[in-house]
């Protein structure tokens, strides 16, 4: 029927979709309750690595360890240097590079020690590794090379009662020198 027809007195019948009133509120609901879930379960933060400024200092507090730069790093080893008499030997800190015996070969930080990730178990600590990590308190700044390594061996050294624990990212990133 056309709208010339409708015109001449005759009526018709509409068809109400199945998406109006109840159904299409329905599905919008549905829709908005949707996005409250995705934006609560990635969008928000943890309270508790929250700091004065109002943004996450911390966003790996919640796994027993802190992640920074290897900039600020490497601010923080020099200024623990400091405060120990500068002897640049890092005796207030550990240095760990977890990456294999390769590549630490090849180049690592200065005064940095070997621990491969790969053989740092989770539990019971084997011996190696208490033998470079004898003081669980002892601060311990952690990097690979790139930062995924790093962060592995962190959470297994905190999931042991290491308390101290600076994951710092890769060896790409640091700006100083390197030893071979």
């Known amino acids: 029927m056309n709208p010339s027809e409708e015109s001449k007195g005759q009526k018709r019948k509409r068809v109400q979709s ?3 009133g109840g159904a299409k509120s329905i599905g ?4 908005l309750l949707l996005i409250l879930f995705l934006v609560a379960s ?4 943890d309270d508790a ?18 992640s920074v730069s290897m900039k ?16 640049g030997k890092g005796s207030a800190y550990i240095l760990l590079d977890v990456r294999t015996q390769e590549e630490y070969d090849e180049g690592h930080i200065p005064g940095a020690v070997l621990l491969p990730n790969e053989t740092i178990g989770t539990e ?19 990097y690979c090379r790139s930062g ?5 061996a962190a959470t ?5 009662g290491y308390t101290n624990i600076i994951e710092c990212g890769g060896i790409r990133d640091w700006s100083g020198e390197i030893e071979k």
Do not use: H, W
Not at 42 to 45: A, D, E, R
Not at 49 to 66: F, T
Not at 156 to 160: I, S
């Open 124 to 142: 019971p600590l084997e011996e190696a590794v208490t033998d470079v990590l004898p003081d669980q308190s002892q601060k311990i700044f952690i």
């Open 148 to 152: 995924n390594r790093s962060k592995q």
């Open 156 to 160: 297994k050294l905190a999931n042991n």
């Open 18 to 20: 199945p998406l109006r």
């Open 49 to 66: 690595a929250i700091g004065e400024g109002g943004s996450s200092d911390n966003p790996n507090s919640g796994l027993g360890y802190e």
């Open 28 to 31: 919008l609901g549905v829709l």
């Open 42 to 45: 990635f969008g928000g933060t």
């Open 72 to 87: 600020k790093a490497s601010e923080m080893m020099a200024a623990l240097d400091e405060e120990a008499g500068g002897n």
